[in-house]
């Protein structure tokens, strides 16, 4: 079939990778006659590099990106909320940073937004956390001045920001809220040039105390983007890191109180990026290059499991180049029971006789994987489209599986699967 498409491709017919492969009115299981997946914001005048969303039950949702600000002069925060059906517009929430002798502070990386209370929007305090580096005027010894904070929203007015982290290195930031409030958050204190270590510790804001801070892995360094993952269970604290020779796990006992367990090997080797999710009960972890899926069985170790409908392709002729490939690859708890995997998909034609035909084509697909193990699907949620930034901005209520994040074109998007 993809050698098929490659022809259509060479001459010159250009048709779509998904109409070729899928078909354009595939649906996912769920009501019969219901509108599986629809799209609840796609804000194409926003420039945003990171975002991020948290889903309630009422449908309600709360949305936060890093936006360009104009001629690109910097970064703002900006805050989204999803009330009856409507959405506010963008309010900027970075202002009143706290200061470090001296030095204001300049929103940098990853932003995330969580609460404690799932019924609605306005029942329980939304938290948003940032990263921010404070400014310098040479590159002295306080060169590498990056720190966390928060702020909450109590359905009518913000408090100040707070900052919950030391003035240093934090890189490779992944944060969520718990069901009593407490924001979680990990990092790594080394950079490009110096090892550092994985740290996983808490902020109360009833409170205003900081938690213990527990090492995760002694011996890693900084990666790249995507590095860690936050999942908070039940009765846990779960993060899967990525070291220099794989993915690990760790899991912090008794909802956070401890202890710390013991290092679990997830995937041997160098895998570009890891999300992970907690889904039926179980610890579900994928990676990408290439796209794999793990879960956690009862005695603690990890099993690969096959994905149904993500299969990437490589064939290189005398000719051409003809690949696909997964990647971004988000894993959620589908509405119920069972999973929802989604990735962007990248079709590549090269044609080495005649560059005129040589075609790039990515689109957001979806698999589901029921809790029997039955795999549905592939199915597109947008077409014709380079994806960037997903991160963990997976959220499921009772009001279905709501999926946030950033295009390449800076566009702010919130997709959500029906119940």
């Given at each position: ?54 889903a309630f039950n009422d ?146 804001l009833a409170t205003a ?72 009960g179980t610890l579900w ?135």
């Open positions: 079939m993809f050698s098929s498409m490659g022809r259509i491709q060479r001459s010159s017919a250009r048709m779509s990778l998904v109409a070729v492969l899928l078909g354009l009115a595939v649906l996912l299981p769920g009501a019969a006659g219901a509108q599986t997946w629809q799209t609840l914001l796609d804000d194409s005048a926003s420039l945003a590099s990171w975002s991020h969303m948290t449908g309600s949702a709360a949305l936060v990106s890093r936006d360009y600000l104009p001629g690109y002069t910097g970064a703002g925060v900006f805050f989204r909320k999803l009330q009856g059906g409507s959405w506010s517009s963008p309010e900027r929430i970075d202002g009143g940073l706290p200061t470090y002798n001296g030095r204001t502070a300049e929103v940098m990386g990853r932003v995330f937004v969580g609460s404690a209370n799932k019924s609605s929007l306005g029942a329980a305090p939304v938290v948003v956390i940032i990263s921010a580096r404070y400014s310098r005027a040479i590159l002295d010894a306080d060169g590498l001045m990056y720190a966390l904070f928060v702020k909450s929203w109590n359905g009518s007015s913000w408090s100040a920001w707070t900052r919950i982290t030391p003035v240093g290195i934090v890189n490779d930031v992944s944060a969520d809220v718990d069901g009593q409030g407490r924001v979680w958050y990990t990092w790594n204190d080394g950079d490009n040039l110096t090892n550092g270590q994985y740290r996983l510790s808490s902020y109360d105390c900081s938690g213990a801070v527990h090492t995760l892995d002694s011996a890693s360094r900084t990666l790249t983007w995507r590095s860690t993952s936050l999942v908070i269970a039940p009765d846990a604290i779960w993060v899967t890191y990525r070291a220099p020779d794989g993915i690990y796990a760790r899991r912090l006992a008794n909802q956070g109180a401890g202890p710390l367990g013991p290092r679990l090997s997830v995937q041997l080797g160098f895998p570009s990026g890891q999300m992970s999710a907690w889904v039926d972890v994928t990676t990408e290059s290439p796209l794999r899926l793990y879960r956690m069985s009862s005695s603690g170790s990890f099993i690969q499991e096959a994905i149904g409908g993500l299969t990437s392709y490589y064939e290189e002729t005398e000719s051409s180049i003809e690949s696909i490939d997964h990647y971004l690859p988000v894993v959620a708890q589908r509405p119920g029971s069972g999973l929802v995997l989604i990735a962007a998909r990248q079709y590549h034609f090269e044609d080495w006789n005649d560059s005129t035909n040589d075609f790039d084509e990515s689109s957001l697909v979806a698999v589901e994987r029921s809790s029997a193990g039955v795999w549905s699907g592939p199915v597109t949620l947008d077409s014709d489209e380079s994806w960037s930034e997903i991160g963990n901005a997976a959220s499921t209520s009772a009001a279905g599986l709501f999926i946030g994040g950033t295009k390449s074109s800076g566009a702010v998007f919130v997709l959500r699967r029906l119940p």
